[in-house]
């Protein structure tokens, strides 16, 4: 994922300033929410990274199957094909 093809809908940043004055008020010091909210935005980080790398297997897997069976079916109307032209030959 690239950084600058991430965007930011406008209820994330509702969600954000929601958790960010929460933090503040909870820990009572502006340093100590803002370490706390920046891990938290690493940890949302690597969630996104770990979901796109399993739809992207997931994904392959499916495409990889799709292939196989169209190459099966090429196969079997060539078979079927070949069968076709010896029996109107004899």
Do not use: H
Request: net charge negative; aromatic share 14%.
């Amino acid at each position: 994922m690239d950084i600058k093809d991430y965007r930011i809908s406008p209820w994330q940043w509702v969600a954000f300033i929601i958790v960010a004055a929460g933090l503040r008020i909870l820990t009572g010091s502006f340093w100590m929410a803002l370490g706390i909210f920046m891990l938290l935005l690493l940890v949302d980080f690597f969630i996104v990274q770990w979901d796109k790398k399993r739809r992207d297997e997931y994904e392959s897997i499916f495409t990889q199957y799709d292939r196989e069976k169209e190459k099966e079916n090429e196969q079997e109307n060539v078979e079927e094909s070949a069968n076709d032209d010896k029996q109107e030959n004899e």
